[in-house]
């Protein structure tokens, strides 16, 4: 899951949401029964332009992968950024799966290393410029700058094509047994895991740069300061967040966005939109984004369950 990712957050109205949370109380405390009552809830508590919500809490931690060569940490609901890993070779993406990080590097190769730190990993080499990585289950899935998508175990071994006859992708994702690719021609393509035929999903995008997913949901950060969602069958896009200035990458978890700004930036806010959160600052030049989950993500008295996700 994807929910999109900045260190603290002041003067958040919480007024609204409390209100709302109180007068359907009964409802809240049958959440751990009834989670749709509880994204009922949250639906209802959103609505309005007054409806922004406060600063989110809990376990999630996001990881950033910067181009010169450092990968950092920070909790989702701010706080300091810790060193995780040094000495890369130019990171141009990252992802997560369970307690190991998979980083994609301009020179052709995968690195692993422990979301706790500690020494990288050699698990891909020989690859030609990669742009973006993912995974599901035991399986990487890099798209290269060449318009092809190759796949390796996440223990290391051969590469196998997966995709061909991209036209320049520059992000991709996976949701159960597909692929999401986003190109620089304004397109998101999907192609099954197992390879095949590619499908259009959208065009019309303005200079993409990253890809997430949650539920039945794509969200795609535009370098213009947007992010907007489409259904995964395809269908028109909906503007989520405007005026975030230059993004350069987004993840999810559970119903929560975090973007990349060029700023040096993370932000998080609702898949639903709203009014976004500063998560971390100061960072370098950000090449990828992933965040994996630990615990709940909580907005004010409201907590959601979350899971692990990643993108770019």
Do not use: K, W
Not at 34 to 40: E, F, G, N, S
Not at 147 to 167: C, E, K, N
């Amino acid at each position: 899951m994807n929910v999109h990712f900045r260190q603290t957050r002041g003067g958040r109205p919480v007024s609204r949401l409390a209100a709302a949370a109180r007068s359907i109380g009964r409802v809240l405390a049958l959440t751990a029964t009834a989670p749709l009552a509880l994204a009922t809830v949250i639906a209802v508590a959103a609505a309005g332009p007054a409806a922004a919500l406060p600063t989110p809490t809990g376990g999630s931690t996001i990881y950033i992968a910067e181009t010169n060569g450092t990968l950092i940490s920070v909790p989702a609901s701010g706080g300091i950024n810790t060193t995780v890993a040094t000495g890369l070779g130019t990171p141009v993406g990252v992802t997560v799966s369970g307690t190991t990080l998979f980083i994609a590097q301009a020179n052709g190769t995968v690195v692993s290393v422990p979301t706790s730190g500690g020494a990288t990993t050699t698990v891909a080499t020989g690859l030609t410029s990669p742009v973006g990585i993912t995974v599901s289950g035991t399986t990487l899935f890099i798209a290269q700058a060449n318009g092809t998508v190759v796949s390796v175990p996440t223990s290391g071994g051969a590469t196998t094509t997966v995709a061909t006859g991209l036209t320049n992708p520059v992000g991709i994702t996976v949701s159960g047994t597909t692929l999401f690719i986003i190109q620089t021609d304004g397109t998101v393509v999907s192609v099954p895991t197992s390879g095949g035929a590619t499908t259009t999903v959208a065009t019309g995008l303005t200079n993409p740069v990253g890809i997430t997913v949650f539920g039945g949901t794509l969200f795609i950060a535009q370098a213009n300061g947007t992010v907007v969602a489409l259904p995964t069958s395809g269908g028109a896009t909906v503007a989520v967040a405007t005026g975030l200035g230059i993004t350069v990458g987004i993840t999810a978890s559970g119903t929560t966005l975090f973007i990349a700004l060029a700023d040096g930036t993370v932000i998080a806010l609702p898949t639903s939109g709203g009014t976004p959160f500063t998560v971390a600052t100061g960072l370098s030049a950000t090449a990828g984004i992933a965040v994996v989950q630990s615990g709940s993500v909580c907005f004010g008295p409201v907590c959601l369950p979350t899971g692990t996700g990643s993108a770019f």
